[in-house]
């Protein structure tokens, strides 16, 4: 059943008009609106700060700290799309909040395997953010890997090995030797171990494939086994072409 007009608008979609309506609002007018109990006139404010002015430290945090309290679905796009514009700077702050922001992250392996060719969208809102910025970021993804934090090394896990896939970054030997020190690190820690196999299917690497040759035979967990397989596969495949 089709959505009404207001419907959407309460979930926060807007129109060309609306942001019209607004479009010659001070900044601080904006920033004030993100505090608005209306979710489009939220998501007006989101669109046209991130299109007038630069998205500096205090920008990208004010817009970090509205996601984290967002719960509707055409505001939180908004917010994505304005902090996926960001740069290296911004990745910096937005990584403070991976694993942190909505219950969506994996908290147990999964039941079912991913059996597409592609690579899959991470779950975590600010991990796939960043999976959708630049790839100047990488080095502060990979400084993640280097925290105790085991939360955001599960999320930004994601985060690297997305952009590595489809920016073809498939022998970059830093992120390589990287992950390989992450997983020898948290073997023990399931989700990790798993992320790991799965991201390096990114990559076309020896070393890399005999660890998942050696853990497609032996891992204790089917779902990584397999995962292992599929990675073997998509990495043979890509070599052939």
């Known amino acids: 059943m089709k959505s009404s007009d207001?419907?959407?608008q309460s979930r926060g979609m807007i129109t060309s008009e609306g942001l019209l309506q607004y479009s010659n609002h001070t900044k601080i007018e904006l920033l004030g609106m993100l505090k608005s109990k209306e979710a489009c006139r939220r998501t007006i404010a989101v669109k046209?700060?991130?299109e007038?002015?630069?998205?500096n430290d205090d920008l990208i945090r004010s817009f970090l700290h509205t996601l984290k309290?967002?719960?509707k679905l055409y505001t939180k796009i908004a917010l994505c799309d304005a902090l996926s514009k960001g740069d290296v700077q911004s990745a910096k702050i937005m990584v403070e909040y991976l694993g942190g922001i909505n219950n969506n992250q994996h908290t147990?392996?999964?039941?079912k395997g991913f059996n597409k060719k592609s690579y899959p969208l991470p779950r975590d809102i600010i991990a796939r953010t960043l999976a959708n910025m630049k790839e100047d970021i990488l080095p502060v993804l990979m400084d993640v890997l280097k925290t105790n934090n085991i939360f955001a090394i599960r999320e930004v896990i994601d985060a690297i090995g997305f952009i590595c896939f489809y920016?073809?970054?498939?022998?970059?030997?830093?992120?390589?030797?990287?992950?390989?020190v992450c997983l020898r690190n948290y073997h023990n820690d399931d989700i990790i171990r798993w992320k790991l196999v799965r991201a390096f299917e990114s990559f076309n690497d020896i070393s890399m494939v005999k660890i998942l040759m050696e853990i497609?035979?032996?891992?204790s967990q089917l779902i990584i086994r397999n995962e292992a397989k599929r990675s073997l596969t998509i990495i043979n495949s890509r070599t052939k072409s």
């Open 6 to 8: 207001s419907q959407l």
């Open 48 to 50: 046209i700060l991130s």
């Open 52 to 55: 007038k002015y630069a998205l």
């Open 69 to 71: 309290q967002e719960k």
């Open 108 to 111: 147990a392996l999964p039941t």
């Open 167 to 180: 920016n073809n970054l498939h022998s970059d030997n830093q992120i390589i030797d990287g992950l390989i």
């Open 216 to 219: 497609e035979e032996n891992d």
